[in-house]
């Protein structure tokens, strides 16, 4: 994973808390393609301020980390079905409709978290995306989302108070 993350390439722009490159106090969350071409992969390592309970991780961090490598994994779905790279115009942009994280194990503190994600299906703007969440070997959650692909531009205006 020593290429540029598809979020590095798509939007360097992004301020995402959990994924965006250009917040400074974001966790930089970076995805790359699996050279499998089904899954996207991401690896995380929480930092001390992300302990839900003295040596395991913080549920919610968990839940962020699942949401937004499944919303990469829905967009980098989108670009390669139409034959378009990453961030290529018009930009394919999606959000989340759905969020399930299911916890099967506790997640320890100081082991490197590796996400898998892949496309289970999709629907119309609808993609669903199940993702694994595991802390070394053991499988420690896993999420099965919905994520919806809209346009840039009613994300804007949505921002600016102008509609939904």
Known sequence: MDTASLQEIAA????????????PHGLHIKSYWHDDGIHVMARHIPESQYTGWPGLVYGGLIAMLVDCHSNWTAMAHHYRVEGRAPGSLPRIECVTGNLGVKFIKPTPMGV????????????????????????????TATGDSIFVRVDTAQLTAAAHGRGT
Not at 128 to 133: L, T
């Open 12 to 23: 360097p722009e992004g301020v995402c808390y959990g994924c965006g490159c250009d917040n």
């Open 112 to 139: 490197p978290l590796t996400l898998r994600a892949r496309v289970e299906g999709e629907v119309g703007r609808k993609t669903r995306i199940i993702c694994e969440v595991h802390a070394g070997d053991v499988l």
